[in-house]
């Protein structure tokens, strides 16, 4: 039986507590519906609340922001990945298959690693808007845009991105609303770095976005020419990614924690 009253709070992409991305968890059954999933992500109030609903040997996945429901969201993959096997509705050696509306995600665990496979987002090359200093705080070498309204910018430094002081209201008004901003790293322990604003959706910076991997990782594999990659993403938080390049899939791997479980009272 499904006890639709629990949610757990997951800190993503970190094996440390107050790290990493926090996601909220349910796991919750066919009556719930999505007026109730909205008003409980804007009541926790993290990037994305992610609700599993089992459907025989799959489950369903929806991810909500504190406003709006998106299609795809790797840091709460991850937590929901995590939950299924510490309440062992998994079991470890076993697949977790789910549908998300933003395609089929597969998890598996590999000793302390959570294992997500995503679609890999296409890349475009576009035009340098000419306010993006004056809206973000440097100047890029190359943009693309990606799946999802995704706009990318490729720094010359990797201080470019840990200096980028963006302005939010002006970044919604120019269609920067959802962005990445990423660089090679100067670290031998990582191959780029990355921070994601994401005010479009009621998100300032998110604290690590697994989903932006999809992009990020083709984009530096080809950069780089190699497939496998870490990532580190400078938040304040930080997180930790291990990303891979398979045949037009995106291999991104990280670590989570359980932070604390409620009762929903309603």
């Known amino acids: 039986m499904i006890d639709s009253k629990t949610i757990y709070q997951v800190d993503s992409f970190t094996d440390e507590p107050f790290k990493g991305n926090p996601a909220g968890v349910m796991v919750v059954d066919r009556k719930f519906d999505s007026d109730l999933m909205q008003k409980i992500a804007t009541e926790m109030n993290l990037s994305e609340t992610a609700f599993i609903i089992p459907d025989g040997d799959k489950f369903g996945i929806r991810y909500f922001t504190p406003s709006v429901e998106v299609p795809l969201c790797g840091h709460a993959t991850l937590a929901s990945g995590h939950i ?9 050696d076993n697949t977790i298959n789910f549908r998300a509306k933003g395609g089929d995600l597969s998890i598996t665990k590999e000793s302390d690693w ?3 496979n995503f679609p890999e987002y296409p890349l475009t090359k576009m035009d340098i808007p000419g306010d993006f200093r004056e809206i973000i705080g440097f100047e890029p070498a190359e ?3 990606s799946s999802y309204d995704w706009k990318i910018a490729v720094a010359q430094t990797e201080d470019d991105i840990s200096r980028a002081a963006p302005g939010f209201e002006m970044m919604k008004s ?3 609303g959802m962005l990445m901003i990423t660089a090679k790293s100067n670290s031998e322990n990582f191959d780029f770095v990355v921070r994601c604003f994401v005010p479009g959706l009621g998100i300032n910076e998110d604290p690590v976005t697994g989903s932006a991997h999809c992009a990020l990782t083709p984009l530096w594999a080809e950069k780089l020419g190699k497939k496998e990659l870490d990532s580190l993403q400078l938040s304040k938080r930080t997180g930790k990614l291990k990303v891979k390049l398979i045949n037009g899939r995106v291999e991104i791997k990280g670590k989570a ?9 309603i």
């Open 114 to 116: 959570i294992v997500m």
């Open 84 to 92: 299924v096997y510490e309440l062992s509705l998994v079991g470890t």
């Open 257 to 265: 924690i359980t932070i604390f479980k409620a009762e929903l009272k």
């Open 143 to 145: 943009m693309y845009s």
């Open 174 to 176: 120019s269609g920067l």
